[in-house]
């Protein structure tokens, strides 16, 4: 089992497949682009496999892939058949944008093993749709969700994050979209790496979690393990002793995360 310095059961990973995205969402990516990290420093799927095995041979039974956007890295059908063919892993999800979610890549994901898949949509509106994420294309978005629904990917989770702008109306609006396609709304406050405060919004919002109920450690694509989201203590992955390393990143979780400077969200993974 891993459990950190005050009590709490270690037993979520998120695995962030790689650092790009063919969106750059205001809350996601800075207005320059943040430089990318080489391929050659990006961990390689054998690679992955083999910490998340050690890991769940530790007491995690929840994975989740991230990004970035994790379906822009190729044949991710093959580390997901991997890692879902590991043995005492419960759980092996996606949170992804959706808009490269085509009907045959959701079939062959679900066929792989992938448990269940979370997208990113934040508003229906087109034009702000667009603006939000830099470029992005609705209608490509929700003939993802399409996919995975008719893929069988369930329950399927819309992951909405709250601006200071989104108003009461739009969230009303995405909630009954959710009702009628039998989708599952998960409202995301808005928040800051830069400063770890509890936001006050004026809409209530189901994430982010208390660090009191915090249970994940995360994976950068440059293989760091992050013991915090709003910590900029990491701990790289030593693959001579993968145990070690994921032992010492849950002593190394604080109690409350204060701020993480070094990497944005999408050097992260959220």
Do not use: W
Request: contains cysteine; glycine residues 8%; aromatic residues 4%.
């Amino acid at each position: 089992m891993l459990i950190d310095s005050f009590g709490r059961f270690i037993t979520y990973l998120r695995i962030s497949l790689t650092d790009r995205c063919n969106y750059r969402c205001v809350y996601c990516q800075p207005e320059v682009e943040a430089p990318r990290k080489p391929y050659a420093e990006i961990l390689r799927y054998e690679e992955i496999e083999r910490i998340a095995r050690v890991a769940v041979g530790l007491g995690i039974t929840k994975i989740r892939l991230t990004g970035g956007e994790p379906l822009v890295r190729k044949n991710i059908t093959f580390l997901v058949e991997r890692l879902a063919a590991i043995d005492g892993l419960r759980e092996l999800n996606m949170t992804t944008n959706g808009s490269l979610l085509t009907p045959e890549l959701a079939r062959q994901l679900k066929q792989a093993g992938l448990t269940r898949i979370n997208i990113s949509l934040d508003t229906l509106d087109r034009g702000r749709f667009a603006g939000l994420t830099r470029g992005g294309c609705l209608d490509d978005v929700l003939a993802g969700i399409q996919a995975a629904r008719e893929a069988g990917l369930a329950p399927i989770k819309i992951n909405m994050v709250l601006m200071e702008t989104t108003t009461a109306a739009e969230v009303e609006q995405l909630a009954d979209f959710c009702r009628e396609h039998d989708l599952t709304l998960q409202t995301i406050n808005h928040f800051s790496l830069n400063d770890r405060k509890d936001p006050r919004g004026a809409l209530a919002a189901d994430r982010p979690p208390k660090c009191a109920a915090c249970n994940r450690l995360r994976i950068t694509a440059d293989g760091y393990l992050k013991p915090c989201l709003f910590s900029g203590n990491e701990i790289k992955v030593d693959l001579d002793d993968i145990a070690a390393s994921l032992r010492a990143a849950v002593q190394a979780k604080p109690e409350n995360g204060q701020q993480c400077r070094n990497r944005t969200m999408c050097q992260i993974g959220g």
